[in-house]
């Protein structure tokens, strides 16, 4: 139990200490009064500590308020979601003040606020709250300074509503198709779509001749036995294998627009194995250079995304080094079918022996795709103005490491690679539109 003084007993204070002065200019100058205005001071001083006593006392045997917090089962990163606070209208005082002791990473919640009862039974405050980071959002008490009946001595009081909730990677962009209907016709490697009509690699169903129909598709028997031409339709083959295999390591710590390159790579991965899902394949994800252990195999059906959200939200970059050969390595040990794999990193060119070794581990089973995150004041300074010396060694120096990435680029592409390349922000809708153009070639 915690008190702090109240404005009221601020002022009686300010009061007594005025009436102090008063006592000591009658010594002064009328000492023959010395006693009785002594008298008086210290009447008001013990009148004040008695209402103080009397106020705290009375104070105390109230009970604590019922109060509820009301939280979404799950938050997402950077966004700003809505807590609820509910009061019991009649046990609330006048006016109060509360603090609810939230998770430290947002200073713009408002708190703490004054809280006046409602006209309801129920009196409601709501707060946006917008976690900074993944994990764990940790909700503490919810705390409550209650004013005395006389209002001299505001009281502490907490209420036990500790609990936790998961803040996962954003997926609001998972709410829509809107990502999905944009979709970027060009292959990486200047390979073209080759749109088919009905005929992808899976049977679908029978259907009467159309004009236009391939002698290919006519079934010669269901024909004969209905006396009327009858094609085969085909549609896109699914239960394909998606694998991402996530660096974890030191690459992707970078901060960009207040999230991690991490995180970014996350949100790509979350969209990727969304439109997987809906395509009827099968994502999965595999962590690498981390000291988590991490691999979700491929799995089928809409659970497949919660598991991927439970299985990833804790994540946060390590301090290793990004080991391409050996998470390569790693996944032919885990997996043995044939699964397109996209490996998310950001590349350096000294990774040339690296990712060649990587290349040719999973090149002979896979279809292998490297998404290449591209830092935002890279791509800036290649429109950058020169207004100096130093801005043009610092333009040239970019542009000498920027031609040996895209010199590796070439290697990787002659080596069977795809190369996608992407800031962060980009990053999510650039791998959604290669896994769909790959869908619609039949090269998956």
Known sequence: MMLRPA??????????????????????????????????????????????????????RRPAPAATRLLPAAFSVQRPH????????????????????????????????????????ITELSYRYRPAQRGQARF??????????????????????????????????????????????????????????????????????RGGDALRQIDWKASARRRTLISREYQEEQNQHIIVLLDGGARLAMQVNGLSGFDHALNASLLLAWSALKQGDKPGVMLFSNDAQRWLPPVRGQQGLNRLLNGLYTLQPSD???????????????????????????????????????????????????????????????????????????????AAWEESRNALHTRLRHAGAMIVEATPEQLPARLNQVYMALKRSGRL
Not at 8 to 29: D, G, N, P, S, Y
Not at 364 to 380: E, F, S, T, V
Request: hydrophobic share 45%.
């Open 7 to 60: 404005p009221r007993l601020l002022q009686l204070t300010l009061a007594l200490v005025a009436l102090a002065l008063m006592v000591l200019a009658v010594r002064i100058w009328l000492p023959q009064h010395n006693h009785s205005a002594n008298m008086i001071w210290l009447a008001s001083l013990v009148a004040l500590l008695a209402l103080v006593a009397i106020d705290v006392l009375i104070g105390l």
């Open 140 to 209: 503490g008490p919810i705390e409550l300074w209650l004013p005395g009946p006389l209002g001299l001595i505001w009281q502490r009081r907490r209420i036990e509503a500790s609990t936790c909730v998961p803040v996962y990677p954003d997926f609001s962009m998972l709410q829509g198709d809107a990502m999905l209907a944009s979709q970027d016709n060009r292959l990486d490697g200047g390979h073209r779509r080759q749109p088919r009509r009905g005929e992808g690699m899976e049977f679908h169903q029978l259907r009467e001749y």
């Open 320 to 398: 290793h080094a990004s080991d391409y050969s050996h998470a390569a390595r790693l996944l032919l040990g885990r997996w043995h079918k044939h699964a397109l794999v996209v490996l998310i990193s950001h590349i350096q060119p000294d990774d040339d022996q690296e990712l060649m070794t990587a290349v040719r581990l999973l090149g002979g089973k896979h279809l292998l795709m490297i998404a290449d995150i591209q830092l935002p004041d890279q791509a800036r300074l290649k429109h950058a103005t020169i207004e100096s010396a130093d801005d043009a060694l610092r333009v040239a120096g970019d």
């Open 82 to 121: 809505i807590v609820r606070l509910q009061f019991d209208s009649r046990q609330l005082p006048n006016l109060c003040e509360l603090a609810d002791h939230h998770p430290g990473d947002d200073a713009d919640t408002g708190m703490p606020v004054l809280l006046r009862p409602g006209a309801g039974d």
